[in-house]
């Protein structure tokens, strides 16, 4: 009676012992299925580049997308004027997706190739960038001097400072594409066109981006002395947003519902330009008319699409200057699996 009381004993702990285990298994389940993150922290700088996040951001798209994944999902949006700050946000862990220029994104994929392995989830658009002066005596690079100052983004890692740099190594010769990088300042494309058209201060050039350009050209002292298109020998990505690998594979459907968001945020900007104009002017409180943004928007030379475009032109400068040491075949490399391969001409 003893023994078969120990027996009956042994079998109920062991019937405990799988349903323990079978509770944790479905407890683990269940975590793994609410695993990914309930925060989602985005970035993006200045400008009308930027439209597609901004759309994003005033309509919910990403918090719709997200409910459609089965997640309920908050945004926490942040703003920076470099992509340096973006990527050494982005390596902290302060910051899930970071948005900018080629340049940035190239020197951050280059240097976690190893590790984090930062990449491209999406592009954002195809836009020309300008260099407007208001120096007179200035017609082309080649006439920039020491009395000139040049404000873009982030010296020397901005897509602007690359393309310039790009532009310097046509103009003065295989090894001198930092002919210009002394004359350069890293600032915000606000304070920026508030210097040079100011005339109060050194800088009496800045490289840019829509619609600081456009709106610099309508002062009478001011003049294009450079637009990327003609650098790069056609069109090309401007902004893009990426991520660290962890990020990415932790989070597939925030990554999923983030991409279709931006499709349906292009989607917009592509069927109702004037509705998101005047939605973009009161979110950023903009200093121009409803028609001057949607001429912007609609601009031949502009194209809102995720698609990257002609990366590999960036990269190739970059590998030869040193900049990045990483290489690639394909743009294709440069971005995580499901990202668009070709963009709409």
Not at 24 to 53: M, N
Not at 286 to 302: D, F, G, K, S
Request: net charge positive; aromatic share 6%; glycine share 8%.
């Amino acid at each position: 009676m003893a023994r078969g009381r120990l027996v009956a004993f042994g079998r109920l702990i062991r019937l405990c012992g799988t349903a323990a285990l079978v509770s944790v298994g479905l407890s683990a389940g269940a975590g793994s299925a609410r695993a990914e993150a309930s925060v989602v922290r985005l970035a993006k700088q200045f400008g009308i580049s930027y439209l597609p996040l901004t759309v994003m951001e005033e309509e919910h798209l990403l918090e719709k997308q997200a409910r459609q994944q089965g997640l309920e999902l908050k945004t926490e949006w942040l703003r920076f004027t470099g992509g340096s700050g973006m990527n050494e946000a982005l390596l902290s862990g302060n910051l899930d997706f970071a948005a900018g220029g080629v340049g940035p994104m190239l020197t951050i994929w280059g240097r976690t190739r190893g590790n984090l392995m930062i990449k491209g989830v999406a592009a954002l658009n195809a836009m020309p960038l300008w260099l407007v002066t208001v120096n007179p005596a200035v017609s082309s690079i080649k006439d920039f001097t020491e009395k000139d100052k040049i404000a873009l983004p982030t010296v020397k890692s901005s897509i602007q400072a690359i393309t310039l740099q790009m532009a310097a190594e046509k103009a003065f010769g295989p090894g001198q594409q930092g002919k210009l990088d002394p004359l350069t300042v890293s600032m915000g494309h606000p304070d920026a066109q508030t210097a040079m058209l100011g005339g109060r201060s050194e800088i009496t050039a800045h490289f840019g981006a829509p619609p600081f350009q456009e709106v610099e050209l309508k002062d009478p002292k001011a003049r294009k002395v450079l637009d990327s298109y003609d650098v790069l020998g056609g069109p090309h990505t401007f902004n893009l947003v990426w991520a660290s690998s962890r990020f990415v594979t932790t989070n597939p459907k925030i990554v999923a519902a983030f991409r279709a968001a931006l499709e349906e945020s292009l989607a917009l900007i592509k069927a109702e330009p004037a509705r998101v104009a005047a939605l973009w002017i009161k979110a950023e409180n903009a200093r121009l008319t409803e028609a001057e943004a949607v001429e912007i928007i609609r601009a031949p030379q502009t194209q809102w699409t995720s698609a990257p475009l002609n990366m590999l032109a960036y990269l190739d400068y970059m590998n030869r200057a040193g900049l990045v040491a990483a290489k690639a075949a394909d743009q294709g490399e440069l971005f995580f699996p499901g990202a668009a391969a070709k963009a709409e001409r």
